[in-house]
């Protein structure tokens, strides 16, 4: 048994890396023929460096500095927690459940998933968002309701029933003791191997974090351009899934053009949506336009400003509320524009790429829209208002 041992491996802290040497010569294969190719000797340097400014000799030798050290369980949790708080972010995690070691942690540095889990390495993985407003979460229900119909359409069998994972949300929140932020959670297909199939994943997990943001809010009016990344297909665009690398893309291709996001055309070059909003109208006949669902995400905000803005009709502040296809044309020269979802709540459009958005101001049926969604927010009804014990 001692000989058999004797011929494992040393564990990687007790062994150093080293580089093959370099060699001044080639060796070609006679049977390859090259033409017209000049080859030049390997030129040796004194010294290499990785981005850490760790050295190499020309010999291939590194400092035992560059070692990778083996790390007992303590010491990766004490290295995430040193990382963590090395970070300055304006967003803090408060509280995180897993359904893996089923319950609730405030330690920044436990808030973690595994990486076989099939959302990591497949991206099969479905997710959404409340608002915690004044100690209530604001449209709760609805979200959950998308987050569910979002799990099926992604065939991921969900864990618990639906009052088990509301519970478990709002138990989430009230360990976090905020009372304004918000609630992200996901459903995955769950971990298990590395394979394509889910087949091999033991069970389905549920995660949950409470996010507070310290961002002071923002609403002054934004540009937009056209985004030149495809939007997703109907099938995956209609589902909120973890899949958010055009999403991605296309709010970096904003940035890199000084805007604030990109419009998604749909395939029949009507409006679709922004990278993780929805986009809206006021037309010079004073209606609310608002692109159809049909092939982008419902988004839950969106549809409760339509609810809202049947009071501007009432007050005359606009002549009627329109869901149908939008052209570019038409949202160009449209008299407001905004944008609408559970991050900006309700932000003006002033201009979408060259083009002046009504008299490139802040819109205000957009101000008023705004105003009515704080104000339900923080004193709507039991429908979209669920308390949290504290």
């Given at each position: 048994m001692a000989s058999s041992l004797s011929t494992l491996?040393?564990?990687?802290?007790?062994?150093?890396?080293?580089?093959?040497?370099?060699?001044?010569?080639?060796?070609?294969?006679?049977?390859?023929?090259?033409?017209?190719?000049?080859i030049r000797p390997l030129i040796q340097s004194n010294v290499f460096k990785n981005s850490n400014q760790t050295q190499f000799s020309s010999?291939?030798?590194?400092?035992?500095?560059?070692?990778?050290?083996?790390?007992?369980?303590s010491e990766v949790i004490e290295r995430l927690r040193t990382n963590r708080e090395s970070h300055k972010t304006k967003q803090q995690y408060l509280a995180m459940y897993?359904?893996?070691?089923g319950g609730i942690t405030t330690d920044t540095a436990a808030m973690v998933i595994p990486m076989d889990d099939h959302m990591v390495h497949r991206g099969h993985g479905v997710f959404d968002t409340a608002a915690i407003m004044n100690g209530y979460l604001y449209e709760l229900?609805?979200?959950?309701?998308?987050?569910?119909?979002?799990?099926?359409?992604?065939?991921?069998?969900?864990?618990?029933?639906?009052?088990?994972?509301r519970r478990i949300l709002i138990r989430t929140v009230s360990i976090s003791q905020c009372r304004k932020g918000s609630l992200r959670y996901w459903l995955s297909a769950g971990s298990g191997d590395f394979?394509?199939?889910?087949?091999?994943?033991?069970?389905?997990?549920?995660?949950?974090?409470?996010?507070?943001?310290?961002?002071?809010?923002?609403?002054?009016?934004v540009r937009v351009v056209t985004s030149s990344i495809q939007i997703k297909p109907p099938q995956f665009a209609v589902m909120k899934s973890v899949n958010?690398?055009?999403n991605a893309l296309s709010k970096m291709e904003a940035e890199e053009n000084d805007a604030y996001?990109?419009?998604?055309?749909?395939?029949?070059?009507?409006?679709?949506?922004?990278?993780?909003?929805?986009?809206?109208?006021?037309?010079?006949?004073?209606?609310?336009?608002?692109?159809?669902?049909?092939?982008?995400?419902?988004?839950?905000?969106?549809?409760?400003?339509?609810v809202l803005a049947a009071k501007l009709v009432k007050e005359g502040k606009l002549q009627g509320i329109r869901v149908d296809n939008v052209s570019v044309e038409d949202g160009k020269r449209a008299e407001e524009m905004m944008l609408i979802g559970s991050g900006v709540l309700v932000r003006s459009v002033v201009q979408w790429d060259e083009e002046i958005i009504g008299n490139g101001r802040e819109g205000p049926v957009t101000q008023a829209l705004l105003n009515l969604l704080l104000e339900d927010m923080k004193s709507g009804p039991p429908t979209v208002r669920v308390p949290v014990p504290y």
């Open positions: 491996p040393k564990p990687i802290s007790e062994s150093s890396f080293f580089l093959p040497k370099l060699s001044n010569s080639i060796v070609i294969p006679k049977n390859i023929l090259i033409s017209r190719l000049k010999e291939g030798e590194c400092s035992p500095m560059f070692d990778v050290p083996l790390l007992s369980c897993s359904s893996v070691f229900d609805q979200h959950l309701d998308r987050f569910l119909r979002s799990a099926t359409m992604a065939k991921i069998q969900i864990p618990f029933d639906r009052e088990s994972i394979q394509l199939s889910p087949s091999g994943c033991h069970q389905a997990a549920l995660y949950a974090i409470v996010i507070q943001d310290q961002s002071p809010p923002d609403h002054r009016g958010y690398l055009p996001a990109a419009i998604w055309l749909d395939g029949d070059g009507f409006v679709a949506e922004g990278p993780n909003m929805n986009v809206a109208f006021v037309t010079k006949d004073k209606e609310l336009l608002m692109p159809c669902f049909d092939k982008i995400l419902s988004g839950c905000t969106a549809k409760r400003v339509l």
